[in-house]
């Protein structure tokens, strides 16, 4: 192994997220506009350059890979990039393959990702009712994600359901989608909605409802304990003491957590985005295809790129503005 990635705030990035489309098959009216442009095919790095990168940032220490998208599931012929990276879950060098997916392609897939080493999985689901699924998501069917969730439980796999906390929206759904997921077993993570994209007609205002006020709702009804573990992102943890489960809130709108921050982001087309919060990102795709046979270059950008990382983002509702309002689009670094 070369050395490892160490910011310069002496935080060892030990966490790739990677974005491996930008395209999707649903529209997430937080995420996406209703006609999206996705980008020429030429732009994307091909399977083999993601397994080139992804290897480069496991040789420099990164331990933990999570693929994203857009859909990841929805990339043509993904499944060989998964099992590509089974050789470094069985060399030991990574300790976790896993990824984010709105489910919709499960049912297909997951038995091939379990098979690839994947035993975790993050599903998103923002409600249970079938129409107001529809509305969220635009494209959607909540049938096809349910049985997606069934299978990758079948195979095995532990399920974390992500749900975006939208004011007026899913509120009501607080208690069914706890309990919901306490049957079957399934951790819940609740993600503050973040200001992303352009906002066109839609106020995300008006949907912020802040996890200061779900957790208080929560704790009407359950006896939560707080979880000092940290996975150097933006979640924090409780345990229901009635039902044993775990319960993120992920709120990145504050600075809490960029102190601990552990990870850099990938897009599809090999910008290496340092912060989530920020503009500034690093081009890792010339590096790869100006140099084919050499990793060393790669190698130099992906350090230079980290000796960048910024000590911390400037999202900020505060004041009832978007100060530090992010123009491109979640799918675009893959949240
Ligand atoms: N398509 C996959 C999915 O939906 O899980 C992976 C990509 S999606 C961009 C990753 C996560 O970002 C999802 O859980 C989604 O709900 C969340 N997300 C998208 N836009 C968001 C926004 N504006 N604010 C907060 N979370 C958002
Ligand atoms: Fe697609 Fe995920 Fe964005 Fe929804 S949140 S539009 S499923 S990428």
Redesign the pocket.
Known sequence: MTEKLIDPFARPISYLRVSVTDR?DFR?V??MSENMTFLPKKELLTLEELDRLCTAFVDMGVEKLRI?????LVRREIMTFFRAMTRHLDSGALRELTL???GSQLERYAQDLWDAGVRRINI?LDTLDEAKFSDITRWGRLAQVLKGIDAAQAVGMRVKI?V?ALKGFNEDELLPITEWCAERDMDVTW?E??P?GDIGNENRLDQYWPLKDLRARLAEHYTLTDLPESTGGPARYVRLEETGQKIGFITPLTHNFCESCNRVRLTCTGELFMCLGQEDNADLRAALRNHPEDNAPLEDAIRAAILRKPKGHDFDYSRQRLDGQMTRH??HT??
């Open positions: 999707c997430c937080y995420c994203t998208g857009g859909e990841p984010t997916t709105n998103s992500n975006v993600i909605v973040m992303m979640m799918s893959g949240g």
